[in-house]
């Protein structure tokens, strides 16, 4: 059966849920009283995006760096039951990265089991994730296998759509991708429903890497 809580997990792993939090959010003692004639102050990006990202069902994984990285994607993998299974990876960059990394991978739909990609950015007004061509070529999210993780970085979440597109645009400038695409529905659905069909909810895992 499918994990579909991040509370099966190990302790090790609950410690680092909505573990970014934005320096801003820090306050000295002398703030922490509200004055209500002040304007409140806004939800700093990342925490927004977290508690966003969390409503939509996705299941959040903080890492310090690559090597945390790494030991969660492992526990992703044996808390499922996937670690015999094949991931499928689109993304060439991002097979190197994981080079080293113990695990069978395809470019193959058929025989992907879970996908493993990277996104453009983290949106933080709706917790959603802006993907493209990059990432998922011109294939249809719902020709996907229905689990995802998902591998970003603190310096991809930006507060809207339209900033996230704007970013996409700057970086390729002589070829900007196509398929451009949210995907911000992260609660499993029964294969057995027909409701399903055509779905592009995914059972989604973030792997977030701070490098700010």
């Not at 499918?2 to 509370?7: A, E, F, P, S, W």
């Not at 102050?41 to 945390?68: A, H, M, Q, R, W």
């Not at 190197?96 to 990609?117: N, P, R, V």
């Amino acid at each position: 059966m499918l994990l579909t809580d991040i509370l099966c997990l190990k302790m090790s792993v609950f410690r680092k849920i909505f573990g970014s939090i934005s320096k801003s959010d820090k306050v000295h003692p002398e703030d922490k009283g509200d004055n209500k004639f002040l304007p409140k102050k806004d939800t700093p990006v990342d925490e927004s995006f977290t508690i966003k990202f969390n409503e939509n069902g996705g299941k959040f994984l903080y890492c310090e760096n690559i090597d945390e990285a790494y030991a969660f994607l492992q526990q992703i993998l044996d808390e499922n039951n996937w670690s015999n299974k094949m991931a499928l990876i689109l993304n060439a960059k991002l097979k190197e990265k994981f080079k080293d990394f113990e695990w069978e991978a395809t470019s193959s739909l058929k025989k992907g089991h879970f996908f493993f990609t990277t996104c453009e950015y983290l949106i933080a007004n709706d917790g959603s994730l802006l993907i493209s061509s990059n990432q998922i070529a011109e294939k249809k999210l719902n020709e996907l296998p229905k689990n995802f993780i998902v591998f970003a970085t603190t310096s991809q979440i930006v507060q809207t759509i339209g900033e996230g597109l704007h970013g996409i645009k700057v970086k390729n400038k002589k070829n900007i991708p196509t398929n451009i695409t949210t995907i911000k529905h992260f609660k499993v659905v029964d294969d057995d429903n027909f409701l399903s069909y055509g779905s592009s909810s995914k059972n989604l895992y973030l792997l977030l890497l701070e490098d700010l």
